[in-house]
Nanobody, 115 residues
């Protein structure tokens, strides 16, 4: 059974930073593209960034350099470093593992940006 465990969410002031973590299995890291999505209340889930098994990262255009996806292969953990957070970044953030027709999700972690 595939398990993705997210952590690192919380409440932060505008302009602040947070780092989200997603722990998975070694098999996931070697075969699946690992990514981050988010879903704000009343909105559709949207893709933020992914990192391929090769290590190549990809980002949604709206990120504009504020977020960085990375991974630690030894720890089988993917990170999302979020800087200069804005109120519109408030959402539940989900870790995702994707390969062909397989698609797995973590339970989500809440990120709230408010003064």
């Amino acid at each position: 059974q595939v398990q993705l465990m997210e952590s690192g969410g919380g409440l932060v002031q505008p302009g602040g930073s947070l780092r989200l973590s997603c722990a998975g299995s070694r098999t996931l890291f070697s075969l699946y593209a690992m990514g981050w999505y988010r879903q704000a209340p009343g909105q559709q889930r949207e893709w933020i960034a992914s990192i391929r098994p090769s290590g190549h990262p990809e980002y949604a255009d709206f990120i504009k350099g504020r977020f960085t996806i990375s991974r630690d292969v030894a720890k089988t953990t993917v990170y999302l470093q979020m800087n200069n957070l804005k109120s519109e970044d408030t959402a539940v953030y989900y870790c995702n593992a994707q390969r062909s027709g397989d698609n797995y999700w973590g339970q989500g972690t809440q990120v709230s940006v408010s003064s």
